[in-house]
């Protein structure tokens, strides 16, 4: 078995250089692949391997941790912090986003390997030997030694596979789109819920789309009376509409918000809705969402024929029960 006599922490000041300097790989997505390859070692060693100096400084050849025992532990250590931390980034303002991962595990480093190196310096100063690195020697190894040593192996290529390998396939995003309805406050309440005949109310209609696509949208507004009943034969619930009163559409074309690297919501677009009516009724005030080209409806005619068929065909609906009244 090999040894190397080090008297400077030259391991330490590696994994710290080494994950600063992965900084621009990660910001700037140079490269995919080259990427997740030079960030292999930041998830599933270097913090568990600051982390276990930092903890266990071994300084002595006597003291000295068996190489293959070392990594085991650093690769078993790395997983668990990297776990932690995700969990409780989850459960933080920051979120667990790219930049929050990234900066929170150069802290850790950080840390760690500040404290042991400080720890190292101290036993030195105490019992001044050159710090000693057993290099693995196959031949020297017991079988459960080598077994072990098969296994990490194993382990690490099967994890470079998986990198590479997810790093070529397509990555399959979500489409949606954010369609909502807010009240006179700019949030989801204070909805009118009264209003007198003649009387006006507004609200705020917003889209973002999600869609990785350019889409046509079409809102039609529309003012609904309608009436639930239970079905005690097919135990389901039946709507009958009394009336169907065609409002307003409004149109407009969004590009896809292409937000998803933003880690602050953002509204795309946004637009006041004023509306009045002249009878009195429990009305139930429906916004419709179509990406399709929607017919033309002449404003306050009464669609209740198809009432169902039209609130099915919508690609999404919100509505707001209203009470009009003298």
């Given at each position: ?15 710290l250089l080494y994950s600063y ?260 009724g429990r009305y139930t005030l ?41």
């Amino acid at each position: 078995m090999k040894t190397v006599t080090i008297k400077f922490p030259l391991d330490i000041f590696i994994c710290l250089l080494y994950s600063y300097l992965l900084i621009p790989f990660i910001f700037f997505n140079i490269n995919d692949i080259l990427r997740v390859l030079l960030g292999l070692p930041l998830l599933i060693f270097i913090p568990g391997y600051l982390f276990l100096l930092s903890i266990a400084p071994n300084h002595s050849e006597k003291a000295e941790m068996d190489s293959i025992h070392k990594l085991a532990f650093s690769i078993g250590l790395s997983i668990a912090i990297i776990s932690l931390d995700g969990i409780i980034l989850f459960y933080t303002p920051f979120g667990f986003q790219l930049n929050s991962i990234v900066i929170s595990l150069l802290l850790i480093v950080t840390l760690s390997g500040g404290i042991a190196a400080y720890r190292r310096h101290k036993l030195q100063r105490l019992n001044p030997h050159p710090l000693t690195l057993r290099l693995p020697s196959i031949r020297s190894k017991s079988r459960m030694d080598k077994i072990l040593l098969f296994i990490l192996t194993c382990a690490i290529l099967l994890t470079l596979f998986t990198a590479i390998l997810i790093s070529f396939l397509p990555i399959k995003q979500e489409s949606f789109t954010e369609f909502y309805i807010l009240g006179a406050s700019g949030s989801t309440i204070h909805y009118p819920k009264s209003l007198k005949i003649g009387d006006e109310a507004v609200v705020t209609i917003g889209l973002v789309n999600h869609e990785h696509k350019t889409i046509d949208y079409t809102i039609e507004i529309w003012l609904v009376n309608q009436t639930l009943v239970y079905d005690n034969t097919s135990k389901t619930m039946n709507t009958t509409y009394h009336e169907m009163i065609y409002l307003e559409k409004i149109n407009t074309t969004l590009n896809d918000a292409e937000n998803s690297d933003v880690l602050e919501w953002q509204p795309q677009w946004e637009q006041n809705y004023t509306f009045s009516y002249n009878k009195t009724g429990r009305y139930t005030l429906m916004f419709l969402l179509f990406t399709s080209p929607a017919p033309e409806y002449v404003p306050l005619q009464n669609y209740r024929e198809i009432a169902a068929s039209e609130i099915e065909n919508a690609y999404q609906s919100i509505y707001i029960w209203l009470n009009i009244h003298k």
